[in-house]
């Protein structure tokens, strides 16, 4: 191909400069210090809390918005009523949203004095400085990799297969299982996957409305910043490596997925 050389230079020089060349030296930093001393680094009931809990809330957050998300898509595709073109450019909001700012905006909303939170506490519901408030900016900050990756799929489904699937005497919810969804399961995955991984590594959202107490709220990206603010540089590129290879590991396992759904749609 003409060009092919120049183009796949500048790539491969891009790709090396934003991943691969910071990745290397957040791996080079960690094991700098040898395997042992990098795993009693890692090896701590506060940070394994950490770091459960925040693969546990993003994952949460992430299967929240792979359904909701589809019904949103859905919906501002299909339906036609007053206000969607706002709600449709609404959904880009945590876009273009400071994170601090949500995170101050979601933390007024749900804190025990604030307008929900005031209203929930009747019921002795507490959402702020829970790991539920941590959900709720989890979800509001990935909710928009789900929508916008199904969006243009479901935008492009034709309503022909549907209605030849009902003219044979196929229910709604048998065309939906195996007329409609298998279309949109590649795009689900990879919205699941971009919103599970936004919110594996979410700070600035988050550290407002979590409370961040050790064992309860406190998120691993919170403990490589009080490591960074301690000048344990080592200690904070251990935790880093941490939460590399656990999102890589959940990433390689969701790609496995999607691999394995559009093998079987090419089957079907």
Do not use: H
């Not at 790991?131 to 900050?141: K, Y």
């Not at 299982?177 to 991984?197: C, D, E, S």
Request: charge should be neutral.
């Amino acid at each position: 191909m003409p060009g092919f050389g120049l183009a796949f230079g500048v790539t491969l020089a891009m790709l090396s400069i934003v991943v691969i060349i910071p990745l290397a030296a957040l791996i080079g930093r960690g094991f700098s210090v040898g395997p042992g001393e990098l795993w009693s680094m890692i090896n701590s009931r506060r940070i394994w809390a950490a770091l459960m809990l925040s693969f546990r809330a993003a994952l949460i957050a992430a299967l929240f918005n792979l359904i909701f998300g589809l019904l949103l898509a859905w919906i501002l595709v299909r339906y036609d009523f007053w206000g969607r073109k706002f709600i449709d450019a609404a959904v880009d909001l945590p876009f273009a949203l400071p994170t601090a700012v949500a995170g101050i905006a979601l933390t007024a909303l749900y804190a025990p004095n604030g307008f929900f939170g005031q209203f929930l506490g009747q019921f002795g519901i507490r959402i702020a400085y829970t790991e539920v408030g941590i959900w709720i900016a989890l979800i509001f900050i990935g909710i928009p990799f789900v929508v916008r990756t199904v969006q243009p799929v479901i935008e492009e489904l034709e309503r022909d297969v549907e209605e030849v699937s009902a003219t044979l005497g196929a229910s709604r919810f048998y065309t939906l299982r195996r007329v409609i969804l298998p279309t949109l399961v590649p795009a689900l995955l990879t919205g699941f996957a971009l919103a599970l991984a936004r919110s594996v590594g979410e700070y600035g959202s988050v550290i407002f409305i979590a409370g961040n107490i050790p064992f309860q709220t406190e998120i691993a990206p919170l403990l490589i910043f009080i490591r960074l603010e301690e000048f344990n540089y080592e200690a904070a590129a251990a935790i880093g490596i941490a939460m590399l290879v656990i999102s890589f590991a959940m990433l390689l396992f969701i790609n496995a997925i999607q691999i394995w759904s559009r093998r079987r749609i090419g089957l079907v």
